[in-house]
């Protein structure tokens, strides 16, 4: 009452909690004192200093602190045996104001706090528990309805109302309670309500509406996300195998697959391959396993999943005595499974090809599985080299930066000197027709082509070397002899004996006596004017 009076309220942080602690003491004095009397001064206090605080006069930051305080004062009636006053009070508590219009939530939300009490989640949780445990299952109904109506029902609430109801054995109208909940909330908060939805409507109609519960099924189903749809779907196929259609069940399972994570398809490939074992057989197992095996994005699997179905594949075909089918499927995983860490797949063939192979087989198994850990090593190297390359890039980057206009000038024309394979050093060699695509590429010809004659590269070849034919020569000669000279200068080499053969003597005898020792040129001179 002092911080009433005095005004000190406005320095307090939590004036509810405060007063609350405060009535809670005096209250327990009350009883120490033995003074039960509910007239007493003691609780008169309290009830003048509880009704004191739910005044407008009382500046609350929010909706929840005045909640706390009816709360705390109807449970004071409670343990003074006050039930119909608890409720009045709730009552009083939860009443909506008169207004002249509806207010837009906007201006909603400047009203005070006092103003807002009647959509007080905590306060109509309250008033539904006393109303369940006090009142009758028309005004707990009734007071369930109006916190539907105003949306300041939580899915917790959907769960107890319907609850409430099928205790009574009102089951459609819990299966109403189900509709509207799942109309007001959607996924993730909307999960537990579908759950408890189709369970308790397949407990209560099993087999003899199964359309309807079909319907149910295939409505949780379409919005919800991967992470919860597992439960869902798991439900939905027990209940085609118990009620209604094998074939059904199987197209569940089927669905079921892509639907969930990846890290949970494959329990539901197990399960889907335990249910067609008994159902269907070998055939429809076999296609279960294939289409898990070759699945492709977005509905495979993870690659050790892979390995884990193959092997068991593998085991299945092994023991129908399928040997030659078997080793296929160990071929078909091997390229998933790196020596280096799958190794209990290895295994498994190992000891597949030890009691079932032979010599060739098992040479075959190791020459796969050296294939395998090459073009793994090979990808690691690409890997580690792209990512190098990378991290060179990014430090390199700040010190690449030019100073001014010509340092970056002078950059760009060394990069144009280089070759434009990404990750390729250059070893310096000046490659031709760099810049033919390039503009102003036909100005630049003639610094070009002398570049090239100037090539510090270029190869000279000795005279053991020398492939040309004696026709060429032969042409050079008809050439010079008619005077089509353009003004080259032309080297004059000699010509390697074995391109002769048996000339090649007669050759050396006529330089022998002439003492000189002649070009293919000047012999063959000499030899058209003889």
């Known amino acids: 009452m002092l911080l009433l009076s005095t005004g000190a309220y406005k320095y307090v942080a939590d004036l509810a909690t405060v007063w609350c602690v405060w009535a809670e003491m005096e ?8 003074r039960t009397d509910f007239n007493s001064p003691t609780i008169t206090n309290c009830m003048y200093g509880f009704l004191e605080l739910c005044s407008p006069q009382v500046p609350y930051k929010y909706v929840d602190d005045l909640a706390t305080v009816w709360c705390e004062w109807a449970e004071m009636e409670l343990r003074h045996n006050n039930f119909k006053s608890a409720l009045d009070l709730m009552q009083r508590g939860t009443a909506a104001p008169q207004r002249p219009r509806k207010l837009s939530p906007d201006e909603e939300r400047k009203l005070p706090v006092q103003e807002r009490l009647y959509r007080s989640s905590k306060l109509w949780s309250f008033y539904a528990d006393l109303e369940e445990s006090l009142g009758t299952i028309e005004s707990a109904c009734k007071v369930y309805d109006t916190m539907l109506d105003l949306k300041v029902a939580t899915p917790q609430i959907i769960l107890n ?10 089951w459609e109208a819990s299966f109403q309670v189900y509709e ?10 909307v999960a537990d309500i579908w759950a408890a939805y189709l369970k308790s409507f397949v407990a209560r109609y099993g087999g003899s509406k199964l359309e309807r519960a079909r319907d149910l099924f295939e409505t949780a189903i379409k919005d919800c996300p991967p992470e919860q749809a597992k439960p869902l779907y798991l439900e939905y196929a027990a209940l085609e195998e118990q009620h209604g259609l094998a074939r059904h069940a199987m197209q569940v399972y089927e669905r079921a697959i892509p639907a969930v994570p990846k890290d949970q398809r494959l329990s539901v490939v197990e399960l889907y391959v335990s249910r067609a074992t008994d159902f269907f057989g070998i055939a429809k197992v076999r296609e279960i396993y294939e289409t898990a095996i070759e699945s492709e994005p977005p509905a495979d699997l993870p690659e050790a999943d892979v390995r884990t179905l193959c092997v ?12 030659d ?3 296929g499927i160990f071929v078909h995983g091997s390229h998933l499974a790196d020596p280096r860490t799958a190794k209990a797949y290895w295994d498994a063939w190992n000891d597949f090809e030890v009691r079932h192979g032979n010599e060739d087989t098992f040479r075959e ?4 599985k050296r294939s395998v850990t090459a073009s793994y090593a090979q990808m690691h190297i690409h890997s580690t080299a792209q990512i190098v390359e990378a991290t060179a890039a990014a430090m390199a980057q700040p010190a690449a930066m030019p100073a001014d206009t010509m340092a970056a000038l002078e950059a760009q024309a060394v990069l144009d000197a280089g070759t434009r394979l990404p990750g390729f050093v250059s070893a310096g060699v000046i490659q031709q027709g760099q810049d033919q ?9 003639g610094g070009q082509q002398a570049a090239a004659a100037a090539n510090p590269e270029e190869i000279e070849l000795g005279d053991d070397d020398e492939d040309e034919e004696p026709a060429a020569a032969g042409n050079a000669a008809a050439t010079a002899e008619d005077g089509d000279d353009d003004g080259a200068d032309v080297q004059e080499r000699a010509v390697p004996a074995a391109v002769f053969g048996s000339l090649a003597q007669q050759a050396a005898q006529q330089e022998g006596e002439q003492g000189e020792q002649l070009g293919a040129l000047e012999r063959f001179k000499r030899r058209r004017v003889e």
């Open 365 to 368: 198994m190791l020459r796969i």
């Open 180 to 189: 509207r909940g799942t109309s007001l909330f959607k996924y993730p908060h």
């Open 325 to 327: 089918r078997a080793r």
């Open 27 to 34: 209250l327990l004095v009350c009883h120490a004192s033995c």
């Open 161 to 170: 109302y319907a609850l409430m109801l099928q205790e009574a054995k009102h």
């Open 437 to 445: 695509d390039r503009p102003g590429a036909a100005a630049t010809a």
């Open 312 to 323: 068991r594949y593998a085991q299945l075909e092994r023991k129908l005595g399928e040997i």
